[in-house]
């Protein structure tokens, strides 16, 4: 059985092929409903219509205003399709029945149903009033068509007017029926809620509006350090203050063997040399002097300088 997703595109596309002209292919569209509604039956007779068969249209009509009683554009049309097989007395009392759906308004709007068409009092009273000259009631033909006249808009009045004059003189008329082409289609909303959705968007690439950062050359990431008023902001680590002559905190290495560690000795700490002294702690940091001192055999304990305590922390 097909989904509901399936039968919508159907439907819209059956009402692509009417727009088209291509009437077989929008029946079996319209046809593959397995319980049709009055809609689709009706979108069946008006095409059974257009391709030139009344018979087939008068029980695709029949179906329509049975599911839907109150559907008075399913009476004029079906009203339509008795007059072209020359039933003029079903044809009458259709024309009735679609006026009755009326009740009293002036015109239906379909639009929101999904039909491009407004079925106007005053053409219901025209069809009625073409019925009944084809049975010979030329006097109620006149009362009709004066009745459409009262009714009807200025774009329709001349229109009218020549109908009245032509029935007046014993001339058949030949009724009106809907738009040609115009079928119930679905709502748009709905066949676009069939659509795939992207809930998570595509990535863009978006370059700031400031000169300062266009740079040519990507910057590596700089670590986040806490200011003087406790906010984060980016920036080089923060070095640990000692004392002496010891300056500066090297990156944490692997640990030295015991043998290398060294200390330094009054008198020496301004002797320069292009190696860096190391003093490993246990965690694998070391530090690293500003100065070059001459390497010890015996190595101390931190804290153990002759000219003070150092601190690494």
């Given at each position: ?105 002036t015109a239906i709007d379909y639009t929101q149903l999904g039909l491009r068409f407004k079925l106007h009092a005053w053409e219901v009273l025209f069809n009625l009033g073409a019925a009944q000259c084809r049975l010979g009631l030329w006097a ?174």
């Amino acid at each position: 059985m097909p989904s509901l997703g399936d039968l919508l595109r159907e439907w819209d596309r059956g009402a692509q092929a009417v727009a088209r002209g291509d009437w077989d292919c929008a029946l079996r569209l319209f046809s593959g409903y397995p319980e049709p509604s009055a809609r689709m039956c009706f979108n069946v007779g008006c095409v059974h219509l257009l391709a030139g068969n009344p018979e087939a249209a008068l029980r695709a009509f029949d179906q329509a205003v049975t599911k839907d009683t109150c559907m008075a554009v399913g009476f004029f049309q079906r009203g339509v399709a008795s007059f072209q097989l020359e039933r003029f007395q079903e044809a009458l009392c259709d024309f009735r029945l679609a006026l009755a759906q009326l009740r009293d308004n002036t015109a239906i709007d379909y639009t929101q149903l999904g039909l491009r068409f407004k079925l106007h009092a005053w053409e219901v009273l025209f069809n009625l009033g073409a019925a009944q000259c084809r049975l010979g009631l030329w006097a109620e033909a006149t009362r009709s068509l004066e009745e459409a006249l009262s009714k009807g808009s200025e774009g329709a009045r001349d229109h009218l007017c020549t109908a009245l004059d032509q029935v007046q003189k014993q001339v058949h008329l030949q009724p009106r029926q809907g738009p040609r082409g115009e079928v119930f289609r679905p709502h748009r909303w709905h066949l676009e809620l069939l659509e795939p959705v992207d809930f998570l968007g595509k990535a863009k690439v978006v370059s700031s509006a400031f000169p300062a950062d266009r740079q040519e050359d990507i910057q590596p990431q700089q670590p986040q350090v806490q200011g003087a008023d406790g906010r984060a902001r980016p920036g080089a680590a923060p070095r640990a203050a000692v004392t002496g002559a010891w300056k500066t905190r090297t990156a944490c290495g692997p640990r030295r063997p015991p043998e290398t560690e060294t200390q330094v000795g009054p008198g020496q700490a301004g002797q320069a040399d292009h190696h860096a002294p190391v003093l490993s702690d246990e965690q694998g940091c070391g530090w690293q002097g500003s100065q070059t001192p001459a390497l010890l055999k015996t190595p101390l304990m931190l804290g153990e300088w002759p000219w003070g305590t150092l601190s690494p922390w």
